[in-house]
């Protein structure tokens, strides 16, 4: 997995302290998208009560099998993007692993929230998204991942994230181990569609088509700079793969 960099050191800043969990669901639209809901209520199932360990390799598989594709989407929220690539998934029929930046996801609530109602999974992006995790102490890597779970919790009104993704793919040992047990399964990408460099649609669509032998898991941007070539992309390749008979799924969790 390529390490990112350059053009999103809009993502700088780290926050230290813990912020508080807020467990509370804020409406059965939330808790029916993702987590299930329990006797018609709005309470959190109890298997997102609980937090469940799970495996700590590196995920690119699809729970749609042979011919699934995962689409992923990093960095946001974002006020602008996020929306417009919440349309083109829906207007196709998509669902999508959004992997949330702590500062983001505590920035825009009411956008984490519309993902989740969506149908979308969430994803833990770690709080200030430094490629450099890797090199840092553990106590670093913590702060990082469990103050991200924390404030992405609290902006979705209690929905867990399923899976962690490094920044840049910045996995280490320790932190694959600390995130799959608070029950985020570590997840990779097959796929680099390289938004972030600036290509056009046309680019990122052929290289798609070009990668996508390698496995099921894409990965794109909604935040971090202009991703109206993202969307555009979006809107071009989710249809093309629907033709070539591919469907859409989340990664095995």
Known sequence: MARHSGGRGWHGKVIGAALGVA???TGASVWTAQAGVVGGSSKPAASETAVKPVAETIVHASDKGARGVNITIDDGPDPV????MLDVLRENGVKATFCMVGTQAEAHPD???KVVAAGHRLCDHSVSHDTTMDKQS?????????DAERMIVKASGGVRPMYYRAPGGAFTPYSRKLAASHGMRPLGW?????????PSAATMVATVEQE????PTILFHDAGGDRSQTVEALRQILPQLKAEGHTFGFPVH
Not at 81 to 84: E, G, H, M
Not at 190 to 198: A, I, L, M, R, W
Not at 212 to 215: A, I, M, T, V
């Open 23 to 25: 467990l509370a669901a």
């Open 81 to 84: 993007w996020t929306p417009q």
């Open 111 to 113: 956008l984490v929230k």
């Open 138 to 146: 553990q106590a670093y890597q913590k702060q990082q991942i469990l």
């Open 190 to 198: 097959n796929v680099d569609t390289k938004d972030f460099e600036g």
């Open 212 to 215: 996508l032998p390698d496995g």
